[in-house]
């Protein structure tokens, strides 16, 4: 995991700081960082990201373990991927990650669907703003559509173009105007 971070400031926690209870941490993230995080993701725009997110300390001896468990919403515009128009999307999700010093490096993990994902923990930081900037590309869209959007439509106002040469012509003529 990364500590650059488009949240400023950043939500960092250290883990020798989470009391036994575990910790609330609230995000409500201002327009310059929601700037930030719409460009990383590519995103037209992201008007709104909240977070709640409980960490618990697990286990602190010999190997520490983290559980994180949050709920983030959020108000994106994507790119609609038949017309590029803007589509609106309203992200609800919920998520869980473990994080373990004793979890096998990405190059050595072992997929069991049975057991939950667990992630190395690297360094004494946690970074919360991290995981839920990660949490919020997998909850959105990878493929946004305008409900009224059909591949129909862009593919007859292609055919109704002049052919234009060179090996890409055909693909640009796809594009909408």
């Known amino acids: 995991m990364t500590l650059a971070s488009e949240l400023d400031p950043p939500r960092r926690v250290r883990i020798d700081?989470?009391?036994?209870?575990?910790?609330?941490?609230?995000?409500?993230?201002d327009e310059a960082s929601r700037a930030r995080i719409a460009e990383r993701l590519e995103l037209v725009a992201l008007a709104r990201l909240d977070a709640v997110v409980r960490v618990v300390l697990e286990r602190a001896r010999p190997e520490r373990r983290v559980?994180?468990?949050?709920?983030?919403?959020?108000?994106?515009?994507?790119?609609?991927?038949?017309?590029?128009?803007?589509?609106?999307?309203?992200?609800?999700a919920a998520f869980e990650?473990?994080?373990?010093?004793?979890?096998?490096?990405?190059?050595?993990?072992?997929?069991?669907?049975?057991?939950?994902?667990?992630?190395?923990?690297?360094?004494d930081l946690v970074d919360i703003g991290e995981i839920v900037i990660e949490e919020l590309s997998l909850a959105l869209d990878p493929f946004p559509r305008k409900?009224?959007?059909?591949?129909?439509?862009?593919?007859?106002?292609?055919?109704e173009e002049p052919p234009a040469a060179g090996a890409f012509a055909a693909l640009g003529r796809l594009r909408p105007a």
Request: charged share 30%; net charge negative.
């Open 97 to 123: 990650r473990i994080l373990d010093e004793a979890a096998p490096a990405a190059d050595e993990a072992v997929v069991d669907p049975e057991l939950p994902d667990v992630e190395p923990l690297e360094g």
């Open 17 to 29: 700081e989470i009391p036994p209870s575990g910790l609330r941490v609230t995000l409500g993230v």
């Open 147 to 159: 409900p009224d959007a059909a591949l129909g439509d862009a593919l007859a106002t292609a055919a």
């Open 67 to 92: 559980r994180l468990e949050g709920r983030i919403e959020a108000l994106a515009t994507q790119t609609c991927v038949v017309t590029l128009e803007p589509v609106d999307a309203r992200i609800d």
